[in-house]
Structure formats: structure tokens, C-alpha cells
């Protein structure tokens, strides 16, 4: 009986480390669930709706010209067809020009000083838009808002890449990116409101939707250089312990199963070096998802800058001031479902595999479009094309980030993706001439083209990620084991 009841306390005594490990892993899971918790919700609160506000700005300055020219702008300025879509054409012409450069000095100038800079410049520039008086000026002051722009985009995404892990990025990729969707949206509304400021002291009414916007733009860089960190180590909302805890957990330091495979504080100390600028251009998948992000670039800008003219060829409405209002319905219907999408994306951790199914929404669009006469028809596929667009975008941007380790790899291949991807510009603004109206089916039909090949594209890189991840299992990258980079075993790329 003795020997039984001795029995009985060892196998307890036995038993109560074992029990007391499993509560200390239910505790500490827990501290980390509460404490990731927090610094989302900082960040989230503080960093991200100061982005998408730059963002908006970005937008409405680059978009409004199309706003502009159906309520005058080409007439006052004495503007031939080829002239007007010169003055579209220049602008992408300088804006891929400053991505790259502008990529390499974020971290030198911080992104709290560089991005407001930028904001502030291309608003001052845009308001000058509201006093051109000839081709020369219109195009010159193009040129320059190219410049002053280019440098924002990428930036933001090379910003947020060292806040988030990979896993939460599309989400903030899609609420950030909503702003585009939302700017087409709010710029209908504003352009209709501006517009009705003149004519007045001087100028006509389309003037004042550069005037006002441009203003709006410059204390939106003011606020943006009081609100917004240079890096989460020196964000001012956070306490030291969440400072602390927030640089761990990118680094997959936390036992919170965030590992990443790449060390954050590795890459605040490295230095600048060609090799990793050249392991970021010399990379396959920048090149599939930059090719797809062009196709994609081409259909998204020229849907800003001609939708307002589709519309209004359509004879949907009596007066151009309607169709501006007309305008605000596909961005609206695209809005939450971008965010949905992102969500989706960053809960599933998939990015190529979400875009196979929805860029086909916009290829049903651009296919139906293109081959229907009905206008209230061809108006909702303008939904389409929008949604399959939009939700596309957060998905394509932060895979190659996503896939990226090296700060100046990754400012590489950002800024290679936007490039190439800003380039489709180009495509939108000769996509649509005037000639080609009302039914436009040659732009459409180049366009549907494009959003076939950004597919292919897009499942081509779904099956070198899962590649390389077979290949990093089969001990294959050995070789590269604690390089801190992408091509460390422990960095599984995302599909």
C-alpha cells in the first residue's frame, strides 16, 4: 500500500513539470497574441491612414487631367488630340525615370523626410497645372509632376515591407491601396464641386481642380511629416518594450511563429553594396510579376484617365458634370471587395494564387466591353473591369516584396516591379484615341490581351516560388543557411 501511494506521488511530482511547461507556453503564446496585437493596432491606427492619404493625393494630381478634359480643358488650352495625349504620355516618361534613383535614397534621407518632401513638391506642381496657358507649359509642368511622384510608390511599399511581416502585408497593401480606388471615386465628386468654382477670378473652372487639389496635397505632406516614423524602432507611439518586441517578431524572434527568415537588424546596418542590385534586376520573378504588373498598369491607368470619356461617349447622361458623378460607381463597387480580397490573401498567405481567379473578373469585363454595343451593358462592365483590376493590385505588389530579403535587394526589386509596371503608362494613354469612340473596341481588345498574358504570368511564378521552395527542402540552398537573405533555407517564398 506503502509502495502504491510512493508510486502514485512520483508519478505527480513527475507529471507537475510537465504541466507547469504546458502553462508557461499557454502564458507566453498568449503575451505574444496580446503584444502583436498592439503594435498592429498602432500601426495600423497611425502609419496607414497617413499613407493612403498620400496615396489619394497620388492619385486625384496624376487622374485629374482626365477630369479636366471633358469640361474644357483641350479647348482653353488649344490642345490637339495628339497633344493632350502627349502631355499623358510625358508624365510616365519622368515618373519611371525617378523610381529607382528615388528607391536607393529612402533609406539615406528616412522615409519620414523624403515621402512628405515628395507630397509637398508634386502638389506645388500640380497647382501650376491650374495656371498653364499653351502646349508648352501643360507639358512642361507634366514632366515635372512625373518626377516629383515617381518616387512615392515604391517608397511606401519598400516602407512597409519593414513594418509588417510577409503574412500581414496584402491586407495593408489592400487598405493602402483602396485609396486609388477611392480617389476615382472621390475625384468625380471633387472634380464635379470644383468645377463649379468658376469661372472666376480669371480662371475657368477646370483650373481650379488642379488649384485646390494641389493645395490639398501640400497639408497632406505637412501632416504626413508630423505623423509617420522613420522605422519602427524610433515610432514615438510605441513604448520601448513594444519597440523591442515589434523589431523581434520581423525577424521571427518571438516564438510567435512569425519567422520570416530575414533579420531586420541586419539590414538597418547593411551597407550598400552592387552585388545586391544586381541580384535584384538579374531575378526571374521580378521579371514575371513586373510583366504581369505592366499589363495590369496599362488597363488600371487607363481606366483613371478615360473612364470619365468611356462614360461620356456612352450618352449615359446629358451633361458632362453627370458623368463625373456616373464615374464614382465602379470605383465604389471595387473598394471593399479589394480589401476583401487583401484580407483573403494575407489569411490564406497566398498572392499568385488569389490573382488566378481574380483577373478573369476583369478579362470577362474588357471581353464583354469590347464586343457589346448595349451602353447600360458595357457600363456595368466597367464594374468588372475594375473589381478584377484593384483586387489584383495589393496581391501582385507585395509578392515581390514578400519574396525579397536584402534591403537593397528588395528596394531593387520594388522599384524594378514599379518601373516596369508604371511603363504600362504608356500603353493607357494611346490605348483610347477620340477616333476609336464610342465603342473604343481596339483599345479594349489590347487591353483584354494584356490581362491574358499578366494570367500566364502570374501562374508561370506561382510554379518557380513552389520550385525553389522544393528545391531550398531538398537542401539545395544549404549553402546559404543564416545568410539572413532570401536565399536562406529557412525563407519559404510565398506562392
Not at 514575371?288 to 461617349?313: E, M, R
Not at 478584377?388 to 501582385?396: A, H, K, T
Amino acid at each position: 500500500m506503502i509502495s502504491n501511494t510512493h508510486a502514485s506521488n512520483a508519478d505527480k511530482m513527475g507529471e507537475r513539470p510537465s504541466i507547469d511547461k504546458m502553462e508557461r507556453t499557454v502564458s507566453n503564446s498568449e503575451h505574444h497574441r496580446n503584444m502583436t496585437r498592439r503594435v498592429l493596432w498602432k500601426m495600423d491606427t497611425r502609419v496607414l491612414p497617413v499613407l493612403s492619404l498620400l496615396f489619394l493625393c497620388s492619385f486625384l494630381d496624376r487622374a485629374n487631367v482626365g477630369n479636366a478634359k471633358i469640361i474644357g480643358l483641350e479647348k482653353d488650352l488649344n490642345l490637339s488630340n495628339t497633344q493632350y495625349t502627349q502631355g499623358l504620355a510625358v508624365f510616365y516618361a519622368t515618373y519611371i525615370a525617378s523610381e529607382l534613383p528615388s528607391n536607393l535614397l529612402l533609406k539615406k534621407v528616412t522615409p519620414k523626410i523624403w515621402l512628405p518632401l515628395l507630397t509637398i513638391v508634386w502638389g506645388v506642381i500640380t497647382m501650376c497645372l491650374g495656371f498653364v496657358r499653351n502646349f508648352g507649359s501643360f507639358i512642361g509642368v507634366r514632366a515635372l509632376l512625373g518626377i516629383a511622384e515617381g518616387g512615392l510608390f515604391p517608397g511606401i511599399v519598400l516602407y512597409l515591407s519593414g513594418l509588417y511581416t510577409r503574412q500581414e502585408m496584402a491586407l495593408r497593401m489592400g487598405i493602402f491601396y483602396t485609396a486609388a480606388s477611392l480617389s476615382g471615386a472621390f475625384g468625380g465628386l471633387l472634380a464635379r464641386g470644383l468645377s463649379a468654382i468658376g469661372p472666376r477670378g480669371g480662371l475657368e473652372g477646370w483650373r481650379w481642380i488642379f488649384i485646390i487639389e494641389g493645395l490639398m496635397t501640400i497639408l497632406t505632406g505637412l501632416v504626413a511629416y508630423l505623423l509617420l516614423p522613420s522605422s519602427i524602432i524610433t515610432a514615438p507611439y510605441l513604448t520601448e518594450e513594444e519597440k523591442e518586441y515589434a523589431a523581434r517578431r520581423l525577424q521571427g524572434d518571438t516564438g510567435a511563429n512569425t519567422a520570416d527568415g530575414f533579420n531586420p537588424a541586419l539590414e538597418r546596418e547593411e551597407k550598400f553594396k552592387w552585388s545586391e542590385v544586381r541580384r535584384g534586376v538579374f531575378n526571374l520573378q521580378v521579371w514575371l510579376t513586373a510583366t504581369a504588373y505592366f499589363a495590369l498598369g496599362a488597363g488600371l491607368y487607363s481606366f483613371g484617365l478615360f473612364l470619365p470619356t468611356i462614360l461620356n461617349d456612352l450618352k449615359i447622361t446629358s451633361n458632362p458634370n453627370q458623368t463625373q458623378l456616373w464615374s464614382v460607381i465602379p470605383y465604389a463597387v471595387a473598394t471593399p471587395i479589394t480589401v476583401f480580397i487583401a484580407f483573403a490573401s494575407d489569411r490564406l498567405k497566398l498572392r499568385g494564387v488569389m490573382m488566378l481567379f481574380t483577373l478573369p473578373i476583369a478579362i470577362i469585363g474588357y471581353a464583354v466591353i469590347a464586343n457589346v454595343a448595349s451602353a447600360h451593358v458595357r457600363f456595368a462592365m466597367t464594374s468588372l473591369m475594375a473589381i478584377g483590376m484593384y483586387s489584383s493590385i495589393p496581391c501582385i505588389l507585395v509578392w515581390n516584396s514578400n519574396n525579397s530579403a536584402g534591403h537593397y535587394k528588395r528596394a531593387t526589386t520594388s522599384a524594378l516591379q514599379l518601373v516596369i509596371g508604371n511603363a504600362g503608362g504608356f500603353v493607357a494613354t494611346f490605348v483610347y484615341p477620340p477616333k476609336d469612340g464610342p465603342l473604343y473596341h481596339r483599345g479594349h481588345t489590347i487591353l483584354l490581351g494584356l490581362l491574358v498574358y499578366a494570367w500566364f504570368a502570374v501562374l508561370a511564378n506561382v510554379l518557380w516560388c513552389n520550385k525553389i521552395n522544393k528545391d531550398k527542402a531538398a537542401g539545395k540552398y544549404e549553402k546559404y543557411e543564416g545568410c539572413g537573405d532570401d536565399r536562406d533555407p529557412a525563407f519559404k517564398m510565398i506562392l
